[in-house]
């Protein structure tokens, strides 16, 4: 059984009263869609990766935010399935952007006036950043706006790898030390990485996006174990620095988004 943290932000974990109290009395007027994933993240790590982990950095941005309820998780993401390595379900582009676009409308309804997209995986970006624009547009002018906070994402996987560089770490990669660590820190104790798997998780050679791209050694065997890069240095502590890199980069845009209204 699920049992509600406190204060509780969860949309799910509130009742239907609670809800219009928090938004007609408390000024809870933001409401935060994030969207995880189910995909294959390595033998060391669970396919419902970016959900666990989403669902604790929506948390986490909603109560840095203030005011700010979260809708639940949406737990799937275009991608592509696989008999090789059975750990994803997809969803296709349109179906994805459908869904956002009727969940976003739905806490408009509800009485939400700012809506805030975001998502833990890089399939979909695209379509968050079309729902924005088209219900903003659509809105703005009755006092709602949607936004789509691509800064959490990219930006912060950008920044963290780069970082990682200057440590002398892996950097870029799927399933690798980022995801690895972020993982480590919020749920090496609840079961959501095979820690012992660890020291073996070296997968395929990873280059950093607009890098030239060198052919593949047709002579070595690709590993195709789901890894891209290299997870076997990962730790809670470099898990931690990413999530709350993420955790800032969503608040920080989302607040200078509320700004922008203000300045109008």
Same mark, same amino acid.
């Given at each position: 059984?699920?049992?509600?943290?406190?204060?509780?932000?969860? %949309?799910?974990?509130? *009742?239907?009263?609670?809800? /219009? /109290?928090?938004?007609?009395?408390?000024?809870?007027?933001?409401?935060?869609?994030?969207? &995880?994933?189910?995909?294959?993240?390595?033998?060391?790590?669970?396919?419902?990766?970016?959900?666990? =982990?989403?669902?604790? *950095?929506?948390?986490?941005?909603?109560?840095?935010?203030?005011?700010?309820?979260?809708?639940?998780?949406?737990?799937?993401?275009?991608?592509?399935?696989?008999?090789? #390595? !059975?750990?994803?379900?997809?969803?296709?582009?349109?179906?994805?952007?459908?869904?956002? =676009?009727?969940?976003?409308?739905? $806490?408009? *309804?509800?009485?939400?006036?700012?809506? %805030?997209?975001? &998502?833990?995986?890089? &399939?979909?970006?695209?379509?968050?950043?079309?729902?924005?624009?088209?219900?903003?547009?659509?809105?703005?002018? /009755?006092?709602?706006?949607?936004? %789509?906070? +691509?800064?959490?994402? +990219?930006?912060?996987?950008? +920044?963290?790898?780069?970082?990682?560089? *200057?440590?002398?770490?892996?950097?870029?990669?799927?399933?690798?030390?980022? +995801?690895?660590?972020?993982? #480590?820190? #919020?749920?090496?104790?609840?079961?959501?990485?095979?820690?012992?798997?660890?020291?073996?998780?070296?997968?395929?050679?990873?280059?950093?996006?607009?890098?030239?791209?060198? !052919?593949?050694?047709?002579?070595?065997?690709?590993?195709?174990? &789901?890894?891209?890069?290299?997870?076997? !240095?990962?730790?809670?502590?470099?898990?931690?620095?990413? %999530?709350? =890199?993420?955790?800032?980069?969503?608040?920080?845009?989302?607040?200078?988004? $509320?700004?922008?209204?203000?300045?109008?």
């Amino acid at each position: 059984m699920e049992i509600a943290q406190h204060p509780v932000v969860e %949309f799910q974990m509130m *009742t239907w009263a609670e809800v /219009k /109290k928090a938004i007609h009395e408390d000024g809870f007027v933001n409401a935060v869609v994030y969207n &995880g994933g189910t995909e294959q993240r390595g033998p060391q790590n669970v396919n419902g990766g970016h959900n666990l =982990m989403a669902q604790q *950095t929506a948390r986490a941005i909603a109560l840095k935010m203030g005011h700010t309820i979260i809708a639940p998780v949406m737990p799937y993401s275009p991608n592509t399935a696989s008999a090789d #390595l !059975p750990g994803t379900i997809p969803v296709s582009e349109a179906t994805f952007k459908a869904v956002n =676009m009727e969940v976003a409308e739905g $806490l408009i *309804t509800s009485g939400f006036k700012n809506v %805030f997209l975001m &998502g833990d995986h890089g &399939g979909g970006q695209k379509q968050l950043a079309e729902v924005a624009k088209e219900l903003d547009a659509k809105y703005s002018a /009755k006092g709602v706006h949607v936004y %789509f906070c +691509d800064e959490m994402y +990219d930006k912060a996987q950008n +920044d963290y790898w780069k970082w990682l560089e *200057t440590q002398k770490l892996p950097s870029w990669g799927h399933a690798g030390i980022m +995801d690895t660590s972020e993982m #480590l820190y #919020l749920g090496g104790d609840k079961g959501w990485v095979r820690t012992e798997l660890i020291p073996s998780a070296l997968g395929d050679p990873s280059q950093a996006p607009g890098s030239p791209r060198v !052919p593949r050694d047709a002579s070595k065997p690709r590993i195709n174990n &789901g890894i891209t890069g290299d997870a076997r !240095p990962s730790t809670p502590d470099l898990g931690k620095r990413i %999530f709350d =890199m993420k955790v800032d980069y969503a608040v920080n845009q989302m607040k200078r988004f $509320l700004a922008a209204q203000t300045s109008h």
